[in-house]
């Protein structure tokens, strides 16, 4: 038996959605973050359509170059599903019935109550010899077997279930072949600094050869920096990373929000916990996206009071009172009209802290403001702070950097307190 | 000149990031979804890592078996971009300097005030006689170029560049060359009913040989019908997918919402403006993600008045006076509370229209209630209905599917007032 680490893989996404562009292939993103964290380096990834020929063709290519491939869908209960029939091919075997399958499929249409279709029976085989993995959640149990050299294993295409089954089957046989995946990268997440700001920020350290590679990687949720351990690297892993990290931290200073992972709001949450505040929102532009980014957290009703949305014209001076003077004299967006928000928010609802959002989310400009201007305001017992942004992009994107700026102003508004700055 | 119509292609996305998991390869989804609009259909997509060996045999394979061959990214004007040199081997030719090319770097560095690096002037280099499609967002042009007997298309992997090069160079080649694309497919989208249920409902349409083939597409906002033209099938395209989808919608009646591809929110959007109703939210459970969604639609202020989210325990007394015997005798997650959210919002904001939304999003339950329990309720003149959902998955599943939910319960109310029913 082959005991060798395996260190490279290939995947083949099947689906003519996938072609079509119907479907993200997030199938994909998902195994290969998965497969680099288990230190398997994807070498390539092919997509092809639901016909058994281009699916044994693709395999066939892949397991010859490949130790490992991992092919996912194609492999439901249903006539159109060919890669069953691919991998018998390949591995010169037939497609034998399955009773156990077979039953399961019984059962799962007379749950239903639903007439279980004739031409199923045919769709309850396997290749013959193949390894099982149970599917808890579907139907069709993942598949895993031998072509040419490498190791194949199959799983089908619905995101649920090829997750559960690459980590109820395929992740067990890398760590039995290959042992506990050492770490071999660490990311710092940064919000409020473009790519090319925070390269110049980091010019020497950059500059300076280094055991580790750095990557800046820009996503909605700001520019992540990923530093991976070079090969041939001396010395523990773990702490190199810890240390290469820790400097750019301390350079980067407090545009890094997370150095384990966590999302914006993740990090505002917990520092909310910490220090015991609580926190109200009064959005316009933004239109309830930071509430919801503040209420995706598990247990945010510890510490979210209440939202408000005076969206119409004239319901900021409705509910929350602000007083219609400000407006007619700054404009609804206006730093005054913001630290309006942000005061009465807080006021209205008993919060430790308040956040006031008004800006021109677009296509249209607002009382000649243009479209990406937008104020937010942060009130607490130390006073109201508020800062003017002016972001590009499209409506959404307008709307989800503002709520991600305001999320950001809350983190630093607490960091400050902890340093008794305020 | 080979001036035969081009019907299938191949793409081949450049990039470590994505063979690692930390990008997304949405470009390839954008890409394929518009040449299957222009009639090529995508027969298979290839991802490779930076290196130019991969790059080379990947685009080597693919223009052996396509006639067309889009390659994205590596393409920018680092070091480590290197498509271009890959191409040119493939074509046989040099890179030569572009003096265009390296004008625009100087002009770019400058205009941003920061020192030209040195390392770039060989990066101005093209492949020699390749055809160049001007970038008019970033720096690197994008390339056509023949290998084998294929039309090569490169460029850039950065999104909105991709994009606008394939706009600008793409597919004005596509169109002189296949002429304008036939329409070969229609949607119908649908909200509150799944796969199978559907699938059960159209089983006598389906039963029928037609000439068109039938996709099932779930999808976030819903499951989504896809109608093909089958080849071979006779009669005017438009005129076949216009009948079999009417056919269709038919059946399935309300459970429709679309028939052009447009977001609930934004059929929710037209229907207010066409008779002339405003809606205000007050949601617990969903935390914001409702009035998000409404106010992703441009010019919603026209008709969104205001949102609250009485996030709280105590909030829903609070600004929107729900008396706390309701909360008291029913619970915050009760049909009674939902109503009273939705009286309350409609009333304070002055709206034609009020949504109540409360519930338990998880992961731990409320006052009894299990996780994924929602109750809708909806006021307007006629009266107020209310509905409960039991919703599976996660927490942001749950908030997303209640919010979709409502979304819908104001369509069809919406739709019950043109009917006279209200």
Redesign the interface.
């Known amino acids: 038996m082959n005991r060798r680490p395996i260190r490279s893989a290939e995947v083949v996404s099947v689906g003519?959605?996938?072609?079509?562009?119907?479907?993200?292939?997030?199938n994909?993103?998902?195994?290969?973050?998965?497969?680099?964290e288990a230190g398997v380096?994807?070498?390539?990834?092919?997509?092809?359509?639901d016909g058994e020929e281009?699916i044994r063709r693709?395999v066939d290519e892949a397991a010859a170059r490949a130790p490992l491939v991992v092919v996912t869908g194609g492999l439901g209960v249903t006539p159109d599903d060919r890669t069953r029939q691919a991998l018998a091919d390949l591995a010169g075997v037939r497609l034998v019935p399955d009773p156990e399958l077979l039953r399961e499929m019984e059962v799962y249409y007379k749950d239903?109550r639903?007439r279980m279709p004739r031409i199923n029976v045919s769709q309850a085989s396997l290749p013959e010899g193949a390894g099982k993995i149970p599917n808890r959640i579907g139907l069709a149990p993942g598949l895993r077997m031998r072509i040419r050299r490498a190791e194949v294993f199959a799983f089908p295409g619905v995101p649920a279930e090829m997750k559960k089954l690459t980590e109820d089957g395929l992740l067990p046989f890398l760590r039995m072949r290959n042992g506990e995946a050492p770490i071999r990268q660490r990311m710092l997440r940064t919000w409020g600094i473009g790519e090319?700001a925070l390269a110049?920020k980091l010019r020497d350290f950059l500059a300076r050869e280094r055991p580790v590679s750095i990557?800046f990687?820009p996503?909605r949720g700001g520019v992540?920096l990923?530093f991976r351990l070079r090969e041939g690297a001396k010395g523990e892993p773990e702490k190199i990373l810890a240390e290469q990290t820790d400097r750019a931290a301390a350079i980067l200073g407090d545009l890094v929000f997370s150095t384990g992972g966590e999302e914006l709001e993740e990090v505002v949450a917990y520092l909310l916990l910490l220090r015991k505040r609580?926190v109200a929102?009064a959005?316009s532009c933004?239109?309830?996206?930071?509430?919801?980014l503040?209420?995706?957290v598990?247990?945010?009703?510890a510490w979210?009071?209440?939202?408000?949305?005076?969206?119409?014209?004239d319901?900021k001076s409705?509910?929350l009172g602000v007083p219609e003077e400000v407006i007619r004299e700054h404009g609804t967006v206006s730093a005054r009209t913001a630290e309006e928000l942000a005061r009465r928010a807080r006021a209205?609802?008993g919060a430790d802290i308040g956040v006031g959002v008004t800006g021109v989310?677009?296509?249209?400009s607002v009382e000649d403001q243009p479209v990406g201007r937008v104020f937010l305001a942060l009130d607490s017992a130390a006073g109201t702070e508020v800062r003017r942004w002016d972001l590009p992009g499209s409506?959404?994107r307008v709307?989800e950097r503002a709520a991600r700026s305001a999320l950001d102003m809350i983190r630093r508004h607490l960091l400050a307190e902890r340093e008794g700055k305020r």
Chains 1, 2 share one sequence.
């Open positions: 003519d959605e996938l072609l079509l562009g119907v479907t993200a292939n997030t994909f993103t998902w195994l290969a973050s998965l497969l680099a380096r994807v070498a390539r990834e092919t997509t092809v359509g281009e693709a239903r639903i090319n110049e990557s990687l996503e992540t990923r609580t929102t959005e933004t239109g309830g996206r930071l509430a919801d503040l209420t995706a598990p247990g945010s009703s979210f009071r209440e939202g408000f949305i005076p969206y119409g014209a319901r409705g509910t209205v609802a989310a677009g296509p249209e409506r959404e709307k």
